[in-house]
């Protein structure tokens, strides 16, 4: 859900950014609807002498733009203006209060020009290219994180174009690579592009057009190819992760160990997150003793029978028996501290599921 905070200041934003686009249009209302009249109250004489009011005036001007002039003038520069005002009115007030009211009570997510409008109220946003289930994934991270998102998606029928569409996201349809595609999402006020459409080329074309327009902007690169990854990184400076690689440990400890929540890698060294419920070895130590012993780092902790998580507890808590620890540790030391909890082996799926049962 949007809060109404941010959504109010989000239509304040948006407000301003169409008054600077309709800058001409609203220079033209505030000519026309407020010095015409009083040119024609200043220069209009009735034949009884008497100066024609403020109210007529304005009148008369507002239906000239219809050509249906009120008032019946004889002055040279009145009859002047009775003939300019209707076509200029037309072609540049008309057409303008027009296109403003579309944009700002329509608001259609498919429209090119509301899209433009809206990122050019961000600055410091991330631009999101490829509305898959990584591009949906990253905007779901990013907004729970409280930063402001564009995506942009070359299909219509993309998987998750409807569900960005009904969370409000501003989502533009267009072809990355085309000319006017990047600047339309403010590129060159954004911290950071991530390119995560299906296509290696399509995602270096993105990185490379983003880096030449906003030079200090932030670029992660989805690529499938995992020679590019390291070359990518090295040359371009840019953070390339490869779908692939931060799968592989993952999907490979769990065929080992299906306790092991979570796995990355940080340079050679193999990381993995589990969750340890203290029965042997652990009750009685404390979380720097785990720590200083096993180097496995304390996420969370959850005493028995409680629903509370507790982040991050303090060196000096003691654990007891059947508490819950989320650990972090390199693999041989998970292995060792797995050991040392006398639970070395992973339990059997099939014995799992019995006890489950």
Not at 122 to 143: I, S, W
Not at 225 to 232: C, E, I, Q, S, T
Not at 304 to 330: F, K, M, N, Y
């Amino acid at each position: 859900m949007v809060n109404p905070r941010h959504r109010l200041a989000m239509n304040v934003r948006y407000l301003g950014a169409l008054l600077r686009r309709f800058r001409t249009t609203v220079l033209m209302a505030v000519l026309l609807f407020g010095c015409m009249p009083l040119v024609y109250r200043w220069r209009h004489a009735p034949l009884d002498g008497s100066r024609v009011s403020l109210g007529k005036a304005l009148r008369h001007v507002y239906f000239l733009l219809y050509g249906q002039p009120s008032l019946d003038v004889d002055d040279s520069l009145l009859m002047l203006l009775d003939m300019v005002i209707p076509p200029v009115g037309i072609a540049v007030l008309v057409d303008g209060v027009v296109r403003f009211a579309y944009l700002f009570f329509a608001r259609h997510r498919q429209d090119k020009e509301w899209f433009e409008v809206i990122a050019e109220t961000m600055k410091g946003h991330v631009v999101v290219c490829g509305a898959g289930r990584v591009g949906y994934r990253v905007v779901t991270q990013l907004r729970a994180l409280g930063k402001d998102v564009v995506v942009v998606e070359k299909r219509e029928e993309a998987a998750f174009v409807s569900v960005l569409r009904d969370e409000q996201v501003p989502l533009l349809i267009d072809d990355i690579r085309s000319p006017q595609c990047l600047p339309r999402t403010n590129v060159n006020k954004a911290a950071a592009i991530v390119c995560a459409t299906d296509d290696d080329l399509a995602n270096l074309n993105i990185a490379l057009d983003a880096r030449r327009m906003n030079p200090n902007i932030r670029v992660v690169i989805r690529l499938f190819d995992d020679d590019l990854v390291a070359k990518v990184r090295d040359t371009f400076k840019a953070e390339a992760l490869s779908s692939s690689s931060l799968a592989a440990p993952a999907m490979a400890l769990a065929a080992l160990d299906p306790r092991i929540i979570h796995s990355f890698r940080i340079g050679t060294h193999l990381m993995v997150v589990s969750v340890f419920e203290a029965r042997d070895g652990l009750p009685g130590m404390t979380i720097s003793e785990v720590r200083d012993r096993f180097g496995a780092l304390t996420l969370s902790m959850r005493r028995q029978g409680s629903r509370d998580e507790w982040l991050h507890p303090s060196g000096e808590t003691r654990i007891q028996v059947g508490d819950a620890l989320t650990l972090q540790a390199e693999y041989k030391d998970y292995r060792q501290l797995r050991a040392y909890t006398m639970e070395l082996e992973a339990p059997v799926y099939s014995q799992r599921l019995d006890s489950a049962s």
